[in-house]
């Protein structure tokens, strides 16, 4: 994870080696490689993390959750989400005033973090509106 904007193979059993679930979701993020380039960039993560049957499980979740979660707080604050979206890729995309409504969207409690409840609240929402797209 150099702040590229995309995941290498390698970054990726990295950053997932010993979690739980891990090689599930390193075979999961694999298959989206769409490109075969090696790596997964932001639109193939994307792509690959919105089949509901797959990623709204919830082990998938709280994994996802936690590689976000980089201080280990249980939470992801703003900071966290600005480093998230700092790579090459779309880090010129996403403004910082988008970030913060992003954020006060999500954020049910208004207390500026994103917990895991309002986390899943997030997905199962993108999830619905993907459904009503296709």
Do not use: P
């Not at 690959?48 to 604050?77: C, H, N, P, W």
């Not at 970030?99 to 500026?112: L, P, T, Y």
């Amino acid at each position: 994870m150099n702040g590229d904007g995309s995941l290498s193979l390698e970054e990726l059993k990295k950053g997932l080696k010993g979690k739980e679930n891990g090689d599930n979701i390193l075979d999961l993020l694999k298959s989206a490689d769409t490109d075969g380039s090696g790596e997964i960039n932001y639109t193939e993560f994307l792509a690959a993390t919105i089949d509901q049957t797959v990623f709204m499980r919830e082990d998938y979740l709280r994994t996802t959750f936690k590689l976000f979660d980089k201080d280990g707080s249980g939470k992801i604050d703003n900071e966290e989400v600005v480093a998230l979206l700092q790579g090459d890729e779309i880090g010129n995309l996403v403004s910082s005033d988008a970030i913060g409504k992003a954020m006060a969207e999500i954020d049910q409690n208004g207390d500026g973090e994103i917990d895991f409840e309002e986390f899943m609240a997030m997905m199962k929402k993108a999830t619905e509106i993907d459904d009503q797209a296709h």
